[in-house]
């Protein structure tokens, strides 16, 4: 039977080649894909933020345990999917300009494509401008805002306007999510929807290109 305390222990204490060894016999021995990730490691990394709140951790150490968790997410990421890759559209999705966390962003995109959407994941840091310019290079349908931090939570506002500005706002829907964001931030910056989780914003970008 799988510890996940032993994979949340591993991640808070950034030993990577622990937490792959970790992952790695999990699945190997059928434990779901979803359950590693949310029971071990989403788990595992709301411990680390806690220790940075605090001052038990910082930067570095939380930048190792965030690689050491993107390199899990990859093991796993063959066997998240999430629908039957029967959808087509196009969707654009980044972190806000100011905001250099993807993690979850890099899961959103991750289930969206396989659900069978067209996902073009931008980064981070990304400008008003640029996700104007990528809506009218990719033709996009569905835009994703991600934003981590209560800080840069006003560039996502910005981008919403930006978007209303440039004539392209009726050929787009405009998500948003990341851990501050709210339903009613999102009804108060005019975007389409908001996500909590990787799961619930693939079904929510599903149903707009239905
Ligand atoms: Co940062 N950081 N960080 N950090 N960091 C937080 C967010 C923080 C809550 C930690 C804390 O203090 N408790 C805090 C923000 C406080 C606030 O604003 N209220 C914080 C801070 C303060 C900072 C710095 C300012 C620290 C400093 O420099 N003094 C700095 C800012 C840098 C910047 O962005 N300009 C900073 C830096 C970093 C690292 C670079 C070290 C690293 C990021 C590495 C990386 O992403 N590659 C980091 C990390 C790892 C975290 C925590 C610990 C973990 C974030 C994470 O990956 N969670 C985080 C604490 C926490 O969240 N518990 C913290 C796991 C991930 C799967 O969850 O990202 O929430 P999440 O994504 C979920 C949902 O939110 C949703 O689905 C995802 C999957 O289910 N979702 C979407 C996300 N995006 C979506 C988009 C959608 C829909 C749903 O579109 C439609």
Redesign the pocket.
């Known amino acids: 039977m799988t510890d996940f305390n032993e994979m949340t222990n591993a991640l808070v204490s950034c030993d990577a080649a622990a937490l792959t060894e970790l992952v790695n016999r999990a699945v190997a021995s059928g434990t779901p894909a979803q359950d590693i990730l949310n029971t071990g490691?989403?788990a595992g990394?709301?411990i680390?933020?806690?220790k940075?709140?605090a001052g038990d951790m910082f930067?570095p150490e939380?930048?190792m345990?965030?690689?050491a968790?993107?390199a899990c997410v990859d093991i796993l990421k063959p066997l998240l999917g999430d629908g039957d890759g029967a959808f087509t559209g196009s969707v654009i999705?980044g972190?806000v300009k100011?905001?250099?966390?993807?993690?979850?962003?890099n899961?959103?995109a991750m289930m969206m494509e396989s659900a069978g959407l067209e996902v073009h994941n931008l980064g981070?840091?990304i400008p008003p401008e640029d996700f104007v310019a990528e809506i009218k290079k990719k033709d996009a349908r569905i835009v994703?805002?991600?934003?981590?931090?209560?800080?840069?939570m006003p560039a996502m506002k910005q981008t919403v306007d930006a978007i209303v500005e440039s004539g392209l706002r009726d050929q787009v829907k405009i998500?948003?999510?990341?851990?501050?964001?709210t339903q009613a931030f999102a009804d108060d910056i005019g975007a389409d929807?908001?996500?909590?989780?990787?799961?619930?914003?693939s079904r929510?970008?599903k149903s707009f290109v239905n």
Request: aromatic letters at 2%; one cysteine or more.
């Open positions: 490691l989403i990394m709301d680390v933020g806690e940075m709140e930067i939380v930048l345990a965030a690689q968790m993107g999705i972190t100011g905001d250099l966390h993807d993690i979850g962003k899961l959103v981070v840091d994703c805002l991600s934003a981590l931090l209560t800080t840069t998500m948003v999510g990341g851990a501050p964001v929807g908001f996500a909590a989780d990787a799961g619930s914003a929510l970008a």
